[in-house]
């Protein structure tokens, strides 16, 4: 599985724009890059997801490099609840698609 | 819609039992995976069910094994438990294939003491 390089911890002004990084240099061809997020004691919170494109839906936006080496998650609007551990995970193509491998993710703090 | 459920929610056992953890799926999800969450680590992959059958793996001992049933709901069990498989389990259910999204539960806390 594609290795990922997130920082440890980020910090947000509530209402300002949250933008995660994901490093992902070794992805291959048909390796997905996933987003989950995790709440204290809960289970991890699927966000969104791509291969190549762009991608967009109610709770986020990602955005993939074109030679798909990186990742930015973008959160437009953050809000107090979007406090979390966010977890960037390159999702294997094939027959090992079932596995997903959590790194130590970005802690995310959203402040008022 | 019902997402992902597991039960019970918290356990304690002590060591050597064994124990038997239970999910089940999003509705129309035919794919069920497992994790292991010890504290203050992500989620490592325990194994994962489709047609009834262990189809994918991790590095976790045999004494960790599992079943799935025709309505899709799985079970996970531990035999003679060790302190060290304190943890949050996970259950999570998709569709298959890489572009069908996990949905985690909230998880079973098992303690063993």
């Known amino acids: 599985d594609a290795k990922t390089t997130q920082p440890p911890s980020m910090d947000c002004a509530e209402g300002r724009a949250a933008n995660l990084p994901c490093n992902h240099s070794?992805?291959?061809?048909?390796?997905?890059v996933y987003w989950y997020r995790q709440i204290h004691s809960q289970g991890p919170q699927y966000i969104i997801h791509?291969?190549?494109n762009n991608e967009t839906n109610e709770m986020a936006s990602l955005i993939i490099t074109e030679d798909r080496k990186s990742s930015t998650l973008i959160l437009p609007h953050a809000t107090l609840r979007d406090t979390a551990v966010y977890y960037c995970?390159?999702?294997?193509?094939?027959?090992?698609?079932?596995?997903?491998?959590f790194g130590q993710g970005t802690i995310l703090t959203v402040h008022p | 819609d019902a997402g992902v459920t597991q039960s019970p929610t918290h356990l304690i056992k002590t060591r050597g039992q064994q124990v038997t953890l239970r999910c089940s799926p999003k509705?129309?999800?035919?794919?069920v995976s497992w994790y292991q969450q010890a504290l203050g680590q992500g989620p490592q992959f325990i194994f994962q069910?489709?047609?009834?059958?262990?189809?994918q793996r991790g590095n976790f001992p045999d004494r960790f094994s599992g079943h799935q049933f025709p309505n899709y709901s799985s079970e996970l069990n531990v035999n003679a438990l060790l302190l060290g498989d304190s943890a949050l389990y996970l259950c999570?259910?998709?569709?298959?294939?890489?572009?069908?999204?996990?949905?985690f539960g909230n998880g079973t806390r098992l303690t063993v003491t």
């Open positions: 999570a259910s998709s569709l298959g294939g890489p572009n069908s999204p996990l949905h």
């Open positions: 069910y489709y047609e009834e059958e262990e189809r």
């Open positions: 509705s129309g999800h035919d794919t």
């Open positions: 995970i390159v999702r294997a193509g094939g027959t090992s698609y079932g596995k997903l491998t």
């Open positions: 791509g291969l190549k």
């Open positions: 070794t992805i291959s061809g048909n390796e997905y």
